[in-house]
T-cell receptor
Framework: EAGVAQSPRYKIIEKRQSVAFWCNPI?????LYWYQQILGQGPKLLIQ????????DSQLPKDRFSAERLKGVDSTLKIQPAKLEDSAVYLC??????????????FGPGTRLTVL | KQEVTQIPAALSVPEGENLVLNCSFT??????LQWFRQDPGKGLTSLLL?????REQTSGRLNASLDKSSGRSTLYIAASQPGDSATYLC??????????FGTGTRLKVLA
């Protein structure tokens, strides 16, 4: 079974530029998560999707971050404009059965973003 | 607000040693607790998942325990090997089923 795919793996941009990350979850997983992991810290949930809908985006900086889940499968996370403090690894995860509290989340390899 | 703390932040041990990693959380109303491993430049791999009604889980050389009342979990690694070198993260699920992670323990096992 294929795992969670993410692209790009690395991205370097200058502050105030825009950037987008893509995630393809495990086939059949209805729940998709985006996490931000700053160096030396644990991952922090940015947004959680259940199919097309948003379950939790309480920690998403909505003035600059946006996310969508296309047709309940792939997802894109965008930052516009980027700040220096956005430098981090962005992890995508998916889980099944949908949103059940006993789920195990499966993580992609992450995208490492550096903002100069 | 749930907070998860892991001690120690870093650990270096010789090969063959048994070791214990600690995780503590402030709100005992959790659904489950999970231990993950993270290798440099890679995503997270689930090691053990303990439901709130369980006390421990075992997988190979790994044993994780959970004491909800005291807000603690330990991950025991027996007979450590250089291949165990990684960052170990614990996460609790509560509220809207989202994971709240600790800051991790960076483990280095010396050959």
């Amino acid at each position: 079974e294929a795992g969670v795919a993410q692209s790009p793996r690395y991205k370097i941009i200058e502050k105030r530029q825009s950037v987008a990350f893509w995630c393809n979850p495990i086939s059949g997983h209805a729940t998709l998560y985006w996490y931000q992991q700053i160096l030396g810290q644990g991952p922090k949930l940015l947004i959680q999707f259940q199919n097309n809908g948003v379950v939790d985006d309480s920690q998403l900086p909505k003035d600059r971050f946006s996310a969508e889940r296309l047709k309940g499968v792939d997802s894109t996370l965008k930052i516009q404009p980027a700040k220096l403090e956005d430098s981090a690894v962005y992890l995508c995860a998916s889980s099944s059965p949908p949103g059940h509290r006993t789920d195990t989340q499966y993580f992609g390899p992450g995208t490492r973003l550096t903002v100069l | 607000k749930q907070e998860v703390t892991q001690i120690p932040a870093a650990l270096s041990v010789p090969e063959g040693e048994n070791l214990v990693l600690n995780c503590s959380f402030t709100d005992s109303a959790i659904y489950n607790l999970q231990w993950f491993r993270q290798d440099p430049g890679k995503g997270l791999t689930s090691l053990l998942l303990i439901q709130s009604s369980q006390r421990e889980q075992t997988s190979g050389r790994l044993n994780a325990s959970l004491d909800k009342s005291s807000g603690r979990s330990t991950l025991y690694i027996a007979a450590s090997q250089p291949g165990d070198s990684a960052t170990y993260l614990c996460a609790v699920t509560s509220g809207t089923y989202k994971y709240i992670f600790g800051t991790g323990t960076r483990l280095k096992v010396l050959a």
